[in-house]
Structures are given as structure tokens and as C-alpha cells.
T-cell receptor, first 111, second 113 residues
Framework: KQEVTQIPAALSVPEGENLVLNCSFT??????LQWFRQDPGKGLTSLLL?????REQTSGRLNASLDKSSGRSTLYIAASQPGDSATYLC??????????FGAGTRLTVKP | DVKVTQSSRYLVKRTGEKVFLECVQD?????MFWYRQDPGLGLRLIYF???????EKGDIPEGYSVSREKKERFSLILESASTNQTSMYLC????????????FGPGTRLTVT
């Protein structure tokens, strides 16, 4: 059974810091991995999608990497801003076409 | 931009009531999904659909049913609401089984009293 773990559960940093969020999964037989952002009481917004054949994806200040063999992904946020404060979730798509979500990392960026 | 909308942001229903949650996507996506999100449990898949009139059970289908009469609309039905169905309900869609980038609606927070 696929398990997805995100560490840390919560993170607080001062504005301007670079930071890394971690996602690990137990079954390497995945089709892709997706990172989402969720603001309190809202739905999920897709940030980055990495296909299983890819090693990383970049969008603006965000960079996500994928190491399938070790079952890990990282989301790197450069020059963090207070507006980045949210919960970040990763999800892996399994070969049988469903997704497993991590519990998320709650990020607070202090001005 | 893909848009996924849900009929209500907040709902309060009584135990035993029949509840309908509606989800509509406007990008001709084939696949649609219903999740619930609870603190400490994350997102769990209730039902999904790959085509009109087609449905498949997810991890926690008990107490729920779904309907997909049109490609753009996927409804979640609570036949007889119970307090343990108080949750945030999230609808999502993907273009097809290949691209599989999920787009989510804003969520419906349902409270059953």
C-alpha cells in the first residue's frame, strides 16, 4: 500500500529565506507526483507536476525534484514571502490510476 | 484556465437528510473525483468517474453514492447524512488518464448536526 509522508508537519521561517519541503513515498511504481498549495478553508491549487520520467520541474521561485528510486521529492521555495504562507501537499499517482496524498506541511513566512 | 466549481461553499444539514453536492468543470475533462479532507487523515478518495454514467469506488465509498449524467457534472450524494460525514468535500478533475494533472474545486464544508 502506498504511504505518503511529509516532513516537517509545520515550518515557520522569516521572510527572504530559502526553504525545502520534503515528501517521501513507499512504493516507487508511480506515474507522477504533484505538489499543491492549500490556503485555509480553500481547495487545492496545483503548483508543479513531475512525470515519473522527469527529475525536476520549475515554476518561478518554485523547484520540485523527484527521485523515484529513493521514494523522495522535495519542493524548494526561493526567497520566501509572507504570501507563500499556506499548507503544501504532495500527491503521488499510482500505476492503477489513483492518487495518494500526504498530510501536508503548514508553512508560515513571517514578515 | 481550468475551472472546477462546487455548488456550495458551506452547508449545514440535519442527521438523516439526503444531501447533494454538485461539481462542474468547464474544460471537457474526462475524469472527475470526489474526496473528503479531515484533520489528521488528509485527503481520502470517495468515488471517481472516467466517463459519463461510469463510476468506481474509492477508498471510503460507504454512505455515499455518485451520479454522472453529463460529462461536465459529477454529483456526490449522501443518502442519509450522519454526523461522521461532517467534513470538507473536494471535487477534482483531470483531462484524461495520461496527463492526470488534477484540478480542484474550492471545496464544500459540510456540517451535519
Amino acid at each position: 500500500k502506498q504511504e505518503v509522508t511529509q516532513i516537517p508537519a509545520a515550518l515557520s521561517v522569516p521572510e527572504g529565506e530559502n526553504l525545502v519541503l520534503n515528501c517521501s513515498f513507499t512504493d516507487s511504481a508511480i506515474y507522477n507526483l504533484q505538489w499543491f498549495r492549500q490556503d485555509p478553508g480553500k481547495g487545492l491549487t496545483s503548483l508543479l507536476l513531475i512525470q515519473s520520467s522527469q527529475r525536476e520541474q520549475t515554476s518561478g521561485r518554485l523547484n520540485a525534484s523527484l527521485d523515484k528510486s529513493s521514494g523522495r521529492s522535495t519542493l524548494y521555495i526561493a526567497a520566501s514571502q509572507p504570501g507563500d504562507s499556506a499548507t503544501y501537499l504532495c500527491a503521488v499517482r499510482r500505476a492503477n490510476n489513483d492518487m495518494r496524498f500526504g498530510a501536508g506541511t503548514r508553512l508560515t513566512v513571517k514578515p | 484556465d481550468v475551472k472546477v466549481t462546487q455548488s456550495s461553499r458551506y452547508l449545514v444539514k440535519r442527521t438523516g437528510e439526503k444531501v447533494f453536492l454538485e461539481c462542474v468543470q468547464d474544460m471537457d475533462h474526462e475524469n472527475m473525483f470526489w474526496y473528503r479532507q479531515d484533520p489528521g487523515l488528509g485527503l481520502r478518495l470517495i468515488y471517481f468517474s472516467y466517463d459519463v454514467k461510469m463510476k468506481e469506488k474509492g477508498d471510503i465509498p460507504e454512505g455515499y453514492s455518485v451520479s454522472r449524467e453529463k460529462k461536465e457534472r459529477f454529483s456526490l450524494i449522501l443518502e442519509s447524512a450522519s454526523t461522521n460525514q461532517t467534513s470538507m468535500y473536494l471535487c477534482a478533475s483531470t483531462k484524461d488518464r495520461v496527463s492526470y494533472e488534477q484540478y480542484f474545486g474550492p471545496g464544500t464544508r459540510l456540517t451535519v448536526t
